[in-house]
């Protein structure tokens, strides 16, 4: 079926090329910004043909040589923003060199840092400006070279960071940034809301103490709602203001396409009809396929790379995850970077950054994404060079067997992909940062870097370092005394006899371990090797003689050494079945859940849907309607089993769940609670409330209560890294604040 394309506005192309040598009309700003480059950067704009400096280039360049502000640059994939942000910085650098290092560069992923390495290198061959790579991939060799003589520009992951923070002395910390001039964090979106990027903040703040005059930040992001809150994220304990040029975008053609598949028992290895949908669309071209978890990832490739087999193609076929080996992610990216060679790489959220991979020709996502930003993010990766962007949705839904119930009959897959597609094309919304108001992991993890780096401390001292850090708002002295006392009956800490903290035994085992360094989770993984070959990392081995998946094959366990967490195994034929465990849970904005019931509920066509999702959609709204989904949030399904379409986000559907089961299970005698968050939620009553039950549901959830009475006294949810080592009516404090929402559950159940 013949795709029908969908014109959107999408920031992320440049103006119009015009020559540069021109000076007329608006080509003055371009000429303007280019003469003010230095020298061997102009050469090195002519001797790589650019024609242009696209807007963002421009705009950057007025705002680094003409202000004394922070930059934050907002645009497309390919859109210039890695060139906007490094020309004018470096032509600063080499008309005045900085005395250390003159530009910290931080990004969110290794394989991002060494993109940017390979592409800063080519530039600065002439220019006595050096450039280091830092993190754990890098050679300590490289690292001692560079720190005998720190100059130029410093590239690091905030795990490298840390572990300068802690290791290297107050002397040894000036002499590498008392001359800092400029920060540049890629990716923020990537940062902000979450953990590491709450990490950066702290040690944005802990650099300031080593640094002569306070460094300019920049910025990039390829997809933000709200530029407000990443202009004061940005910003943060600084008088400095944020500019945020305006983009010029042209117009640019999107190919979009949705299509469905029922997925029923597999026969054979391809036969799914969503595999073949999606080999017969990446055959002999260059593509990525985005799919929402490993194990996703792992089957999509298999199944492609049997059925190539089975029909003499060529095995063009690639996975690229957290758990694959490091070289096997490098020759993916080198494969799909590859002009003219088709490829074809199945990937997580690891490709969504901007690493460089070429000229793509489509982007699949298999299922819907999260959110508008990952939508956004994912079609950004395709369309490069003017050509029109193409991204084609599969989405997927078990065959229905006609046993199931009203909820399990919806394909919410489709709704989902359909809402957030509509929310950009209508509003370009786009989620906004949920702030973390009691970050209790990055608490500890904090404290104990900081104690570690300086030695020891009074708790007053270590109170004033620690509770200044812009994430610590919100944490109270009396918080942060109770975390002190616990820590030392922990042994992470102890009292010296001059009333001073110093790292406890137990405390030295773990700041001193590398993985200390990352504030996420890390788990013990065991590594898997045919013969010397490391192909990748699995949580949970099977037995010797069973068959996983890894790298997009099957392999058969030959051998297991659990002292040494390695797996032996060989190649073998078929498609066996491996589950990864979900390393973090995304969150699903409630705006998203509104537009679905929209979707559900209105007449509309939409022009990319295929012939597949058409039908599948007409199904499930005429189903709608004759339950009378658009009447009321709650159905009743049979004799004392109700369904409850709360049409709210993950948070919320949260919140919801608990105050029935803290409140409603003897008020509304509810036997049990079930569904599929956020979509959906079963509950069975016993004899008694039946007919009432709605507006006793209602009524019940209109009640004044807290966050705080939604979390059990015996409960200690630990979600974090450090969790564990922090006091239980913590836990529960920062549980109830940053993880349930009473307000948004309260206003919504008043239109019930």
Not at 485 to 505: A, F, P, V
């Amino acid at each position: 079926m013949k795709v029908l394309l969908q014109t959107i506005i999408i920031m992320q192309n440049g103006i119009t090329p015009k020559k540069l040598m021109s000076n007329t009309g608006s080509n003055g700003e371009a000429l303007s910004a280019f003469s003010r480059l230095a020298p061997f950067i102009q050469e090195y704009i002519y001797t790589h043909g650019w024609t242009e400096l696209r807007s963002v280039q421009i705009e950057a360049c007025r705002v680094i040589f003409e202000t004394d502000a922070h930059l934050l640059l907002a645009a497309g994939t390919a859109s210039g923003k890695t060139e906007a942000a490094f020309l004018p910085v470096i032509t600063l650098l080499y008309e005045k060199p900085a005395t250390s290092i003159g530009v910290l560069y931080i990004g969110p992923i290794k394989a991002l840092i060494n993109d940017q390495f390979e592409r800063l290198n080519d530039l600065l061959k002439e220019a006595d400006i050096p450039v280091c790579s830092w993190h754990g991939d890098v050679t300590r060799s490289r690292k001692e070279i560079f720190l005998k003589d720190p100059r130029g520009i410093l590239q690091i992951t905030p795990e490298s960071l840390e572990s300068l923070l802690i290791n290297k002395k107050a002397p040894e910390l000036t002499r590498l940034f008392s001359d800092l001039r400029f920060i540049i964090i890629d990716e923020i979106h990537a940062f902000m809301g979450s953990d590491r990027g709450t990490q950066i903040l702290c040690q944005l703040s802990r650099l300031s103490k080593y640094v002569k005059q306070p460094p300019r930040r920049i910025g990039l992001s390829a997809t933000l709602g709200d530029y407000s809150s990443a202009e004061d994220w940005l910003r943060c304990e600084t008088d400095r203001p944020v500019i945020t040029p305006e983009v010029k975008s042209n117009q640019r053609k999107v190919h979009l396409a949705v299509e469905h598949f029922y997925i029923g028992e597999q026969k054979k290895p391809g036969f799914c009809a969503s595999y073949r949908y999606i080999f017969d669309r990446t055959k002999s071209r260059k593509c990525l396929i985005f799919t929402n978890n490993r194990t996703e990832t792992e089957a999509a490739i298999a199944n492609l790379r049997q059925i190539a087999a089975d029909e003499g193609h060529p095995d063009i076929y690639h996975v690229h995850h957290g758990s694959i080996a490091a070289k096997l992610r490098q020759a993916a990216e080198e494969a799909m970077r590859e002009s003219d060679a088709p490829a074809v790489t199945a990937a997580t959220v690891t490709l969504e950054m901007g690493i460089d991979i070429g000229q793509l020709e489509r982007v699949i996502q298999l299922d819907a994404p999260f959110s508008v930003s990952s939508f956004l993010q994912r079609l950004g990766r395709t369309g490069r060079r003017g050509a029109p962007a193409d991204m084609r949705f599969v989405c997927t839904e078990n065959e229905l067997l006609g046993e199931e119930s009203l909820p399990e009959r919806m394909p919410w897959q489709l709704l989902q992909c359909i809402a957030i597609i509509q929310l950009y094309l209508e509003e370009r919304w786009i989620e906004p940062i949920r702030p973390i108001q009691y970050p209790l992991s990055l608490l500890y993890h904090q404290t104990m870097s900081i104690l570690a780096a300086m030695g020891e401390l009074s708790p007053a001292e270590l109170a004033a370092q620690v509770l200044t850090l812009p994430p610590f708002g919100a944490i109270s002295s009396e918080d942060y005394k109770q975390l002190l006392h616990y820590l030392i009956s922990l042994d992470h800490m102890q009292e010296t006899e001059q009333n001073k903290l110093i790292i406890g035994t137990t405390g030295e085992k773990i700041v001193r371990s590398f993985q200390f360094y990352a504030v996420f989770s890390d788990t013990k993984e065991y590594v898997v090797r045919d013969d010397s070959m490391e192909i990748g990392t699995i949580i949970l081995p099977p037995p010797i003689g069973q068959r996983l998946t890894l790298a997009g094959r099957t392999w058969e366990v030959i051998d297991m050494e659990p002292k040494a967490r390695t797996l032996w195994v060989k190649q073998v034929e078929g498609i066996a079945n491996s589950a990864w465990r979900s390393r973090s849970s995304s969150n699903i904005h409630t705006k998203i859940l509104t537009r679905m019931r929209q979707v559900l509920l209105e007449d509309v066509e939409y022009s990319y849907l295929q012939k597949g999702a058409k039908e599948r959609l007409k199904a499930a709204r005429q189903l709608a309607r004759i339950n009378e989904i658009d009447r009321s949030n709650i159905i009743l399904l049979e004799d004392r089993a109700y369904c409850i379409f709360p049409w709210m986000g993950t948070v919320a559907y949260r919140t919801l769940e608990r105050w029935l089961n803290f409140f409603g299970r003897e008020a509304l005698n509810i036997r049990s609670i079930g569904g599929a968050s956020p979509y959906f939620m079963t509950v069975k009553l016993g004899k008694g409330k039946n007919e009432s039950f709605p507006d006793e549901l209602v009524k019940l959830c209109q009640k004044k209560i807290s966050a705080l009475d939604l979390v059990g006294e015996a409960e200690a949810p630990k979600l974090q890294k450090y969790d564990e080592f922090i006091p239980n009516n913590l836990l529960r404090k920062a549980f109830a604040f940053d993880y349930l929402d009473v307000v948004e559950v309260r206003a919504n159940i008043r239109s019930w």
